[in-house]
């Protein structure tokens, strides 16, 4: 009878007690560039809001608005990294758990409110020296939603130039391009949205700040985007839609370009946001910005365009 050398025999019993390899301890990290919208400008405060009395000032304090969060509500209410809508930031992490990852998944939202494409690559060099620092694993999504305030003439000579907006966002990927990382790094970029859609005259008549019309608020005392917003008629509308559909092309090219020009980036054009309808049941009580209802739209349309997190149905 032929014995089983005893080193053989303790071989596996040795095995079973040794520690497990460990997941990396370092978290990924998701990035959020843009602007107001990313940033969930005015999320928070209703449409129309309650604060035109004494009474309501006060419901809008005990609802906990705050002057801080006016401008930035990037934490609760973005439609990348809000914590209490089902942001992408969200969205993500549960389907990296349902897909058995165990490493931890940070956001960092650099959005800036009114920030145009020549913002971006400040932006994007955020990231790039946040990710420098060594402390994520990787780069595990990269959301850019930039362009709107392209679109609005608010300098002398009109809107941002084609040619001007695709140098800047050359720029920008050459910058998130030199992340060093294994992994191609995902990257949504979301297209324009109807813009014009907001002159329509049931918006402009609509009634809000202290009573007063949107038309009112937006042109005369904020200043929102006159140029998109106040046309009289189809062939004007027309025409103010063609400048957001002319960038909005200029961003589905370049999605393609880009991932061809860095192999290391894997960009994806989502047009999602431009054909979604706009109401003042989606806005926030400026009539242009969208309320926390619509940015948990905004997310849910769009991640259902994104080609990289698909859930897996059972077979």
Known sequence: MRRTPLVS???????LFLPLPKASAKPLLMAVL????????????????????????????????????LLENKFRYSWASGRLIRSQYRLLKRHLRRSGERRALLVYNVAVPGAETGDLPKQAKRIAEEMEKGEHDELAYVTILIGSNDSCARRPG???PIA??????????AILASVKQRKRIPILLVGIPRIPD?????????????GLTCEKVRNDILNLCNSMLRWKTPEEYDRNMLVVEDRNRLLRLLAREVSLLYPQLDVFYSNRLYHLGISTGVLAADCFHPNKDAQEIISLQVWSDQPWFKERKPR
Do not use: Q
């Open 34 to 69: 843009g602007d107001s919208i990313s940033a969930a400008t005015l999320a928070d405060v209703p449409f129309p809001p309650p604060a035109t009395s004494e009474e309501g000032i006060k419901r809008l304090s005990e609802d906990g608005v705050k002057a801080d969060v």
């Open 158 to 160: 009109g809107e941002t």
């Open 164 to 173: 001007t907006m695709r140098a800047n966002l050359l720029r920008t990927f």
């Open 9 to 15: 025999l303790l071989v596996p019993v040795i095995a």
């Open 198 to 210: 907001l002159g329509e005259e049931a918006i402009r008549n609509s009634r809000t700040l202290l």
